[in-house]
């Protein structure tokens, strides 16, 4: 991998990870699991995305690696449907609280401090499920992980990206509104160039070998907290994507 510093975040802040988000969601870590703080937006819209996995895959057994996992909010409802979970992140003070919760559960999650790109390398092809949710925004070089998550995956297997788009609408709705006007995120929490079209992830899927299945917007009211799958992939999307079985 690349050179990196060890501090509170983590032990390796790779070309495909920024510190300064690695820093920001370690000094949140206390806060994963409050459903009125700073993550709450995740926790309004986890059932959503689980479900819209689940449609698609098998997940009662399946080996699963959650890219970018922080406090484990989505590896655990992954684990509760059955599949085996393997949760990853680079910021350590987030990934301490995900341990914490889930052995207050009783859920067998593994949980570890590495990059996608560790991962693939160690254990490439050995994944059934990958899902990469609400972290592309945050990192460098989205294409780098994209192709991360491909190789960690079995042929014929499925990996699951979302993000937030980049145009006025999402600029003036994801961070104008829901950062300084509502509240709803920390300010600074997205930064509008780091956003992702559409296009961009579908380019990044076929470069790295993955065929895309589905593009499915992921609307959140900012009033009223109600959320629905569905439509136009104006600012929040979700994506389904398979790598093709060997030939």
Known sequence: MNESTTDAAGPAAPRTADRAELEKFAARAAAWWDPNGPFKTLHDINPLRVDYIAERVALNGARVLDVGCGGGILAEALARRGARVVGIDLAAPGLEAAREHAAAQGLAIEYVCASAAEIAAREPGAFDVVTCLELLEHVPNADEVVAACARALKPGGSAFFSTINRNLKSFLLAIVGAEYVLGLLPR????????????????????????????????????????????????????????????
């Open 188 to 247: 600074g929490t997205h930064e509008y160039v780091k956003l992702i079209r559409p296009s961009e992830l579908a380019r990044a899927c076929r470069a790295a070998g993955l065929a895309l299945r589905d593009l499915t917007g992921l609307h959140y009211n900012l009033l009223t907290g109600a959320c629905t799958l569905g439509g136009n992939v104006d600012v929040n999307y979700l994506a389904h994507a398979v790598k093709p079985e060997a030939a």
